[in-house]
């Protein structure tokens, strides 16, 4: 008898991707609408909008450090356009601007989170989604108890959880996968990998070949995609979502794309970022890529373009100065929500606070 | 009525509570087929299905974590750490997560979920599974803390955490499982958290103890009464929220404090109490305050854990002299 054995693939992997680099669409059928691409664009521009907009008022000293999407907008909306947000769930990671956006989530919320008020976490009762994760991996396990507890309901809604390739590194990823393996619990779990955890590179977190296989240990599906298209993107996640509604269980999808800016605004991503690399990428930009693809259709023109871009341009205005002109929280800031019943040396504490602040009592 | 061994009541208040409300869930290690190590879940599979009492991987992180989706979910988790000293193969999920989630989410997501979790020592277990490391918790706003010491109290103030839409941190003394026994009522009942318990009466030296020290400390408090020193046992019964009223009502009758713990001296919980207490009650004290504790080391393999652990004669020893002390 022969020894089992399990040797890990080196060879290249295609990522699925249904659009050229060009923006020209493969031979098959478009995955999307093109009234449902122009959407998925309008939040695409809109994040870039946000992002140079937010970047600006951070280097006055107007906005807090905070991560933009750039490079990775494709990645980001063609996940979320999958989900029905009636009824699915997201579990952010802090880089998925958009796909909270088109969720529901307030944007002058997410202003104000990151302009340090605490009453920018508050998410509407009928928004459908976990605050924005800092200890990065910490939300996969809480995705995915989440879809197994609505799956145990008899609930037939999903739940997406975006993480990065750094991420990937945490026990709480692949104690996550394991456990959804085994409840088939109906979650999707977005792997952006985007080269970079800050200044560390794909590389120094694993040495697979990819990210998707690692699925394949816990039992689970796995599929690799090009997140810089748009419609690869939706697709594979479309399937992954109503494979997770019928109730066969988990999907890992590992959307390759780039993070072309830097980590975040207190990142300086010249002392570690290759160049040569960055420009290679920089070529393939989602947004470029699905305007060509809709030139190529003849249905976009630099007319439209700006018309897009400035009405994005005043939908972030407006959020920006709901945010700015929202009165600095008082020291019950600190305090409120903490509990639903809060213990009585708390509640002390919070009258202190506001005597020592002026606030109400 | 009857008496019942604080596991009995434990498995009677989870029975009870699952058979009222279909949204209470059981997960973690061993807690089906097996009932749990110390059998704390034994039956509740065989009468409430596999769907709802859940033999989990041996994943702590994610036996937490994915409580936290399942009480946002709908559901009101109670999950099984096996023994608090693996709790920190889940404390980022715990400390970050589980305490902050409704403040994160500025009161969107409140997180209806117990961790039992059986701690300390005294059983001579294998290595790291014994330590008193409820300071850890204490010191995580956001997280309630409970630690009974009699049977009644442990199903009456379960039912409260599990009723809580706060999360609770359950913390069970392992020593205590089988050796404690008192009257518990066969109906269901709650004991509200935040309400001390007066163990014992007394008028000399207030004596503060907490889960399995509860019942030391009685032991010792009989020793004393036989040398003519009255000393009043207060049983915490929670650590979050404390009975701050409760503990100035007896300090102001005796005067003395001690205050027993099973964890390492440095940084625990009756560092808290010492602090409180000499801030709430400083013109009340006729002497300083002592702390009965372990010393500041791991706790030890079991051969060696009876002198790690604060016993009867120590505590004679101790609070004796504090009686004795003149004002």
């Known amino acids: 008898m022969s020894i ?24 098959g059928s478009a995955p999307m609408s093109d009234a449902a691409v122009l959407e998925a664009l309008r939040y695409m521009v809109l994040t870039r909008v946000f992002d140079d907009k937010a970047t600006s008022l951070q280097r006055q000293g107007r906005f807090g450090t905070f991560s933009s999407v750039r490079g990775q907008e494709a990645s980001v909306v063609g996940a979320a356009t999958a989900l029905d947000p009636k009824k699915d769930w997201i579990v952010p990671q802090y880089r998925e601007f958009p796909a909270l956006i088109r969720h529901g989530y307030p944007m002058e919320n997410f202003a104000l989170y990151f302009m340090g008020n605490p009453k920018g976490g508050t998410i509407p009762p009928d928004v459908n989604m976990l605050p924005m994760q800092i200890s990065l991996a910490a939300q996969i396990p809480q995705a995915t108890g989440l879809a197994w507890g609505l799956k145990m309901q008899g609930s037939d809604g999903v739940v997406i959880t975006f993480f990065g390739d750094g991420a990937s590194s945490e026990g709480d990823f692949h104690e996550s996968l394991n456990l959804a393996g085994i409840t088939k619990a109906p979650v999707i779990f977005f792997l952006q990998n985007n080269g970079w955890a800050i200044s560390t590179p794909r590389e120094s977190q694993t040495a697979a070949r990819s990210f998707a296989e690692r699925a394949i240990g816990y039992g689970v599906e796995g599929v690799i995609v090009d997140g ?46 290759d160049q040569q690399e960055l420009e290679k990428w920089q070529q393939k930009d989602p947004v470029l890529r699905i305007e060509n693809y809709l030139r190529s259709k003849g249905i976009w023109n630099e007319q439209l373009a700006k018309e897009m871009h400035d009405s994005c341009a005043e939908q972030v205005d407006v959020a920006m100065n709901i945010a700015r002109n929202t009165p600095l929280a008082t020291s019950d800031a600190i305090f409120d929500h903490v509990y639903a019943e809060p213990p009585q040396r708390m509640l002390d504490q919070q009258a202190d606070w506001a005597k020592r602040n002026g606030g109400a009592v | 009525m009857s008496e019942k061994t604080m596991i009995e009541a434990i498995r009677e208040c989870l029975t009870q509570e699952m058979q009222v409300d279909n949204r ?64 920190h193969q889940a404390f980022h999920q715990i400390g970050q997560q589980v305490a902050r989630l409704r403040y994160r989410s500025q009161g969107r997501h409140s997180l209806p979920l117990v961790i039992r979790s059986p701690f300390g020592g005294g059983v001579r277990t294998p290595e790291l599974h014994s330590d008193a490391f409820e300071a850890f918790y204490t010191h995580t706003p956001g997280l309630k803390v409970v630690a009974p010491a009699t049977a009644y109290d442990a199903k009456g103030l379960l039912a409260e955490a599990m009723a809580s839409d706060d999360p609770v941190l359950f913390l069970e003394p392992l020593k205590g499982y089988r050796l404690t026994k008192d009257e518990v009522p066969d109906e269901r009942y709650r004991v509200p958290l935040g309400k001390l318990r007066v163990a014992q009466v007394g008028t000399d030296v207030t004596l503060i103890a907490w889960s399995a020290a509860v019942n030391v400390a009685q032991r010792a408090a009989d020793e004393l009464a036989a040398q003519g020193i009255s000393v009043e046992v207060l049983d915490l019964r929670s650590l979050n929220p404390l009975d701050i009223p409760g503990i100035k009502e007896s300090v102001s009758k005796t005067g003395r404090v001690a ?18 207490i000499q801030q709430e009650c400083f013109y009340d004290l006729q002497c300083p305050m002592i702390r009965i504790s372990a010393p500041d080391t791991p706790y030890p393999l079991g051969g060696v854990e009876d002198l790690y652990i604060p016993d009867v004669d120590r505590i004679v020893a101790e609070v004796g002299a504090l009686a004795r002390t003149s004002a």
Do not use: C, W
């Open chain 2, 259 to 276: 205050i027993l713990q099973e964890a390492p001296l440095t940084g625990g919980f009756g560092s808290e109490l010492v602090a409180t």
């Open chain 1, 228 to 273: 810089n298209d748009l419609l690869a993107v939706h697709e594979v996640t479309t399937r992954a979502v109503a494979k997770a509604r019928a109730g066969e269980g988990p999907t890992l999808i590992e959307s390759v794309t780039y993070r072309t800016g830097a980590h975040n605004t207190a990142d300086d991503p010249s002392r570690y970022i």
């Open chain 2, 24 to 87: 209470v869930v059981v997960i973690g290690e061993d807690v089906g087929v097996l009932g749990g190590v110390f059998r704390a879940t034994d039956g509740l599979q065989a009468k409430f299905g596999k769907e709802r009492v859940v033999d989990m991987p041996l994943a702590e992180g994610v036996i937490v974590g994915s409580g936290i989706g399942l009480a946002i979910s709908g559901l009101r988790p109670v999950i099984e750490l096996q023994f608090l000293g693996f709790g």
């Open chain 1, 4 to 27: 089992s054995r399990f040797l890990p693939d080196f060879a290249p992997i295609a990522p699925f991707s249904r659009l050229s680099e060009s923006g020209i669409l493969d031979s």
